[in-house]
């Protein structure tokens, strides 16, 4: 499960039956344990968000944004 440092509130997205997480301002870390299968060699993960202000005001999203990690060893 996604682990966060700050709790998130569910927002409807407006004309969906979906929700986003919405975040307090200020720094959030979030972190999600990736498990790939012994036959995997897994050292990234690619990452989607839009940050936005309490007035409504986004930035652009940031699309399949890659990010490269170690992976350890369990």
Do not use: K, N, W
């Amino acid at each position: 499960p996604l682990e966060d440092s700050l709790s998130a509130r569910r927002e409807p997205l407006r004309g969906s039956s979906a929700e986003l997480l919405v975040y307090p301002s200020g720094p959030v870390s979030l972190r999600l344990q990736v498990a790939p299968d012994a036959a995997s060699r897994v050292d990234a993960v690619l990452v989607t968000y839009m940050t936005c202000s309490d007035h409504s005001q986004c930035t652009v999203p940031v699309v399949r944004r890659r990010i490269q990690f170690e992976p350890q060893a369990q």
